[in-house]
């Protein structure tokens, strides 16, 4: 098995370059997806946030009332580490059982971790490789507001609150620039896929685990 971890900003093109990967043959595991699985209804991470937070922060369905979670948490670091140690340890579990399950399908499979905040969340870097999608911020900004409907206000305080783009490239194996046009952007993750692959038939086989 080889495992690449892949991390970058928000808006720096992390879906894009995981998509293409998985159109290639790797097998994706987003941490994203887990923090969601995580947290449905009669989970007992959900239940913990709840305690934590109060009942303020669900819907009238019983589901997780992700921007009202989010205003809460968003520029309170204690709240904001509280909410990491209920689902963090959450993400690991399920990560874990996934990766289990790839294994035994395929001993051989090439993994990526898809971890946005990598950086912020660990200093335990267990991967054959770190690939960092990067862009400069104020394309990353452009990408929020015409995207996703940001304010420009709202998606600079989104930038400013995670980690700096030269704290992720301290811990990058490759960069992808993804502020290049899709198709360069694509070039770029093809040849790496080329080489990596090509280097994991030539390497003894090795197992590494990690979130």
Do not use: C
């Amino acid at each position: 098995m080889v495992t690449i971890a892949l991390t970058g900003g928000i808006g720096s093109g992390k879906t894009t370059i995981a998509n293409r990967l998985a159109e290639l043959g790797g097998v994706i595991l987003d941490a994203d997806v887990f923090a969601r699985e995580a947290v449905t209804v009669g989970a007992p991470a959900l239940r913990q946030i709840v305690a934590r937070f109060g009942q303020q922060v669900l819907l009238a369905d019983g589901t997780l009332d992700r921007p009202a979670l989010g205003a809460l948490v968003f520029g309170d670091d204690e709240a904001r580490g509280a909410l990491n140690d209920i689902v963090h340890p959450e993400v690991r579990r399920l990560t874990g059982e996934k990766l289990d399950e790839v294994l035994a399908d395929d001993p051989a499979a090439l993994v990526v971790h898809v971890i946005p905040l990598l950086v912020e969340s660990t200093s335990n870097y267990d991967y054959e490789e770190i690939w960092v999608a990067d862009a400069p911020a104020n394309i990353r900004e452009e990408r929020l507001v015409g995207g996703r409907g940001m304010t420009p206000e709202d998606a600079q305080a989104r930038i400013a609150s995670q980690a700096s783009d030269d704290e992720r490239r301290r811990i990058a194996d490759v960069l992808i620039d993804t502020s290049a046009p899709l198709d360069e952007t694509l070039d770029q993750v093809d040849a790496e896929w080329r080489r990596i692959t090509a280097a994991s038939l030539r390497a003894p086989e090795t197992q590494t685990y990690g979130v």
